[in-house]
């Protein structure tokens, strides 16, 4: 029975700044609506718009781009509360979008904050996301940048780090659009196999989620016909916004 079974690692600072972060956001009042996209016509849209401009776009990163400009159109789904009985509406759309990159040589999911999204182009948001993707530039709390209080925060006692998140996202709403974005946006679609829902928890008014495609029948004018159907998740803060304001919000996206 002496031989080790097992083996026993430090948790990064990275995953100790992911643990505060979720455990603040778990303490708000959020909804999640489920709902589907048909995508056929899209994703032949897609691929002809790559063969135009040499360029590798992803349904993602298409999404990302309707999903800024909606939310332009919509101030309320960008809200934050302003102590307690004030809020707070942003112009512009701040939105954290998580990238996939290899910190130390291992694949790691990470934040990158793109400012005024929806003034964007789509090369725009490509070289964005292609930047997020390459560079070492390193995330929250993860203690590999220059000595900055973000760094030091990460070796603060675990509530004392939690007691100043709880106030950048609960008073500071400038500060949290500095750190964090207004709005947050992931895609699981590429790694997904096949239709599902993921639902977040998170801190910010409204977060967007795309599941995985799957073949399905669906009626299109007299026919039933096999459809790339992608599933999504919309979370929103209820007590910043209503059902009726984020089903608006999720039928002007579609269209």
């Known amino acids: ?5 097992y083996s026993i690692g430090r948790l990064p600072a990275s995953r100790r700044g992911i643990i505060d972060y979720m455990g603040v956001a778990a ?6 609506a489920l709902f589907d996209f048909d995508v056929t016509e899209i994703r032949t849209a897609v691929r ?18 309707l999903y800024s400009r909606a939310l332009a159109e919509v101030p309320v789904m960008q809200r934050a509360i302003y102590k307690k009985n004030r809020y707070v509406d942003f112009h512009d759309v701040d939105c954290a979008v998580i990238v996939e990159r290899v910190i130390d040589g291992r694949p790691s ?39 900055t209080f973000k760094n030091l925060a990460a070796h ?36 997904a196999q096949g239709n599902g829902w993921p639902v977040p928890i998170t801190p910010h008014a409204v977060n967007f989620i795309l599941g995985g ?7 299109v004018g007299r026919e039933i016909l096999p459809r790339d159907i ?13 059902g009726t304001e984020a089903t608006r919000f999720i039928n002007e996206l579609k269209k």
């Open 156 to 191: 603060f006692p675990s509530f004392l780090r939690r007691a100043l998140l709880n106030y950048v996202l609960r008073y500071d709403p400038t500060k949290k659009q500095q750190m964090f974005g207004t709005v947050s946006f992931t895609s699981v679609s590429m790694f």
């Open 27 to 32: 303490k708000k009042h959020s909804i999640s």
């Open 48 to 65: 002809a718009w790559r063969r135009k401009n040499g360029r590798s776009l992803s349904l993602s990163v298409y999404f990302l781009y």
């Open 213 to 219: 495609i799957a073949k399905q029948p669906a009626v």
């Open 1 to 5: 029975m002496s031989e080790k079974r």
């Open 109 to 147: 999911a990470t934040t990158r904050i793109i400012r005024a999204a929806q003034k964007l182009s789509l090369h725009e948001l490509m070289d964005e996301i292609d930047h997020a993707t390459s560079t070492d530039d390193a995330q929250l709390f993860s203690g590999k940048k220059k000595f």
């Open 230 to 242: 992608l599933s999504a998740t919309l979370t929103f803060d209820h007590d910043l916004i209503d």
